[in-house]
């Protein structure tokens, strides 16, 4: 008599469970991993924070210098899921390091790039699609690590931490970089951005990756003739049949579009309503805010999970706060004439956006772990697309202004607010753009959220 094999399903998840990385293991990689991101952000905005000094160089007008600023986004929006199926087919680690491998040489680089010969534009140009290639695999291989190795209960402080890298990154490059600038020249913050990568991609293949994820099998599982496993198809038709797949995404949309919205018109509803404040208190204090307001989100959810809450009702929670209680305090930002105030609402707003890390992101590895990288991938594409048309950098050398790129990816959230702001010739309308955005969001989430598994059989309970 044979004996009973367990059904597919509950061989995979006991295959996950084994797969999963210890306390002191994910310790480790947290810290990497928000090291990681930190960097991926120093390269991002480096060219940004550059933009002026490159110009005067090489003699671009803005219209040019939009060009090579926008054209990193070019890149960024094409590979958002090809970088999730990957993570899901050969590891998120590995996606990453490789990623991280050519997007720091290309950022070492690009000085030598832009002298190749008298097409700087060209060449800087082609740098940044590059760049922005490599880089938008970054999140989905990421979000599909984390839902592989990462423990249900830790999930949320591990992401909010290592997201918290994306704040830390935009704020050492412009205060780093300034001082670069001034002292040995705008070629000086790409090699050092792009050789800190290397190095850490060196630090994480040396001391983390284990051997059975050797970077060079991975490669080797691409070559052509070699016998390899075939990875699980993922089950399209079965996700968006699920009201809670559209649910996760729609929310993803709402928050990155409210959230882009903020960043690129906030430093110019400081400088028009305040023009006598100084530009680097409502450019920078709102990001030191958000670094630890993320950490502390994801501490307060899986705290909250652990003592027994069911974990849709925290991920819902996280969304409220993070889209619901945000957006009142955006609102206040058009209903006081006090700069103080602006500033702590401002603050507010900011700070608390980052609990969707909490919240629909970590959801989004609730509802499909074995294929999270992939459905990520499609909820930040379309939340790039329609949210972000501009991104403001924050420059201290610049007395807090942002460094923008012309026309970088969508034009939705961003170009409406343009046009409220023209129309009504009032910054309240702005505001209430972005309350109604998280409104559509957080009542999305809010009535069709949930965080029962929804790439397996359809046995699985509620959590």
């Known amino acids: 008599m044979q004996p009973m094999r367990p059904p597919p399903d509950q061989a995979r998840g006991d295959a996950a469970e084994d797969a999963q990385w210890s306390r002191p293991e994910c310790q480790a990689w947290t810290g990497a991993l928000l090291l990681g991101t930190c960097l991926l952000y120093c390269s991002r905005v480096s060219g940004p924070i550059c933009a002026v000094a490159m110009s005067r160089d090489f003699g671009w007008d803005k219209k040019e210098a939009g060009v090579v600023l926008s054209s990193f986004f070019w890149g960024y929006c094409l590979t958002q899921i090809a970088g999730g199926h990957l993570g899901d087919r050969i590891g998120g680690e590995k996606v990453i390091l490789l990623s991280a491998s050519a997007w720091g040489l290309i950022t070492a680089a690009t000085p030598l790039l832009a002298h190749l010969g008298s097409a700087h534009l060209v060449f800087m140009t082609f740098s940044r699609i590059l760049t922005g290639l490599l880089q938008g695999v970054y999140f989905p291989a990421l979000t599909s690590l984390l839902s592989q190795k990462v423990r249900e209960s830790e999930r949320a402080f591990t992401y909010s931490a290592v997201g918290a890298g994306s704040q830390v990154g935009t704020l050492v490059t412009g205060a780093v970089g300034s001082l670069l600038l001034d002292w040995c020249g705008w070629p000086s913050v790409f090699y050092l951005s792009g050789g800190l990568t290397l190095l850490w991609v060196c630090y994480v293949y040396r001391y983390l990756l284990s051997e059975q994820d050797d970077l060079f099998l991975a490669l080797d599982a691409w070559a052509p003739g070699l016998p390899t496993p075939r990875p699980p198809r993922v089950p399209w038709r079965q996700l968006f049949r699920k009201a809670s797949v559209w649910a996760a995404i729609f929310s993803q949309l709402s928050s990155a579009c409210s959230f882009f919205v903020l960043l690129s018109w906030l430093p110019t509803f400081f400088r028009e309503t305040f023009p ?188």
């Open 276 to 463: 006598s404040s100084q530009g680097w208190v409502f450019n920078v204090v709102p990001w030191l805010v958000a670094v630890p307001a993320s950490l502390c989100s994801g501490l307060l959810s899986d705290h909250l999970i652990s003592q027994g809450y069911r974990t849709i009702a925290v991920r819902k929670f996280m969304q409220v706060m993070g889209l619901g209680l945000s957006s009142v305090f955006a609102v206040c930002l058009g209903h006081t004439s006090s700069f103080c105030k602006s500033v702590l609402f401002a603050s507010a707003s900011i700070g608390l956006q980052t609990f969707n890390h909490s919240g629909i992101s970590v959801n989004i590895q609730d509802l499909a772990p074995s294929c999270a990288g992939v459905l990520f991938g499609v909820a930040n594409t379309a939340g790039a697309l329609a949210g972000e048309r501009r991104a403001g950098v924050p420059c201290p050398r610049c007395c807090g202004a942002s460094h923008r790129p012309l026309h970088l990816q969508g034009v939705v959230g961003v170009g409406l607010g343009g046009y409220l702001i023209e129309t009504t010739g009032s910054w309240t309308s702005l505001f209430h753009l972005v309350a109604a955005i998280s409104s559509l969001g957080l009542c999305g989430f809010l009535m069709f959220g949930k965080a029962q598994r929804v790439d397996l059989g359809p046995t699985h309970e509620d959590l």
